[in-house]
């Protein structure tokens, strides 16, 4: 079982709506993370907050809005996607400090398909 | 740039079979090596790693080895099973590099009875 949570496992929108991807983690972590990976694809780093506050964002389009509201949520807010972001999203968490220190723990991931 | 390359997939194995599959690495300092795993329909799981050179890591049967003179860090299993079967990456961070996992294109293991 996985101790990150995330919130829906599937998730179908059109190009117009707007949802949120939520993920959990009572491990007492203060870093939190966003990847997005394509099918057949490794995971790509999206954003990482450390310490409830944005401390990565890898150029990511705004139309992906990351929140931490506190140290144990995280939320990847979605508003006018595009088809090609249809992907499956993996929210991480891990202590901070380097992270061969501190493995990432990964969430089973949300499948995001945009119509 | 930091790099992970990982040899091409799938690689289909029969059950008990010796599993090696490749991981080399360019970095600019000294970083840590990860093997992750994933499972269809999950997320990744940490499987070994080791933060040096001549470091061994190990779990559930699975091994590697960093080795700095030829940048390497090979998965290896002495007798694999049906349930071995997933996608395995390879991914470094650099020391100092912040929380940046930089990862290898992944290497897809099928087991067959």
């Known amino acids: 079982d996985t101790e990150v949570t995330q919130t829906p496992k599937h998730l179908v929108m059109g190009m117009t709506n707007k949802k949120s991807l939520k993920c959990e983690q009572h491990m007492g972590h203060r870093a939190m993370y966003w990847y997005k990976q394509k099918a057949k694809k490794p995971p790509e780093l999206m954003f990482v907050y450390s310490y409830e506050k944005l401390s990565i964002n890898e150029s990511v389009p705004s139309r992906f809005s990351p929140e931490c509201p506190n140290s144990s949520l995280l939320n990847l807010h979605l508003h006018a996607l595009q088809p090609e972001d249809s992907a499956l999203y993996l929210c991480a968490s891990s202590q901070l400090g380097n992270t061969y220190n501190s493995p990432l723990h990964f969430g089973n991931g949300t499948r995001l398909t945009v119509t | 740039g930091d790099s992970v390359t990982q040899m091409e997939g799938p690689v289909t194995l029969s059950e008990e079979a010796f599993l090696t599959i490749n991981c080399t690495y360019t970095a600019t300092g000294y970083p840590s090596l990860f093997w992750y795993v994933q499972y269809p329909g999950e997320g990744l799981q940490l499987l070994l790693k080791?933060?040096?050179?001549?470091d061994k890591g190990s779990n559930k049967g699975f091994e590697a080895t960093y080795r700095k003179e030829t940048t390497s860090f090979h998965l290896e299993k002495g007798s694999v099973q049906v349930s071995d079967s997933a996608v395995y990456f390879c991914?470094?961070?650099?020391?100092?590099?912040?929380?940046?996992?930089?990862f290898g294109t992944g290497t897809q293991l099928k087991v067959e009875l």
């Open positions: 080791a933060t040096k050179a001549d």
């Open positions: 991914a470094l961070i650099l020391t100092g590099g912040g929380n940046k996992l930089t």
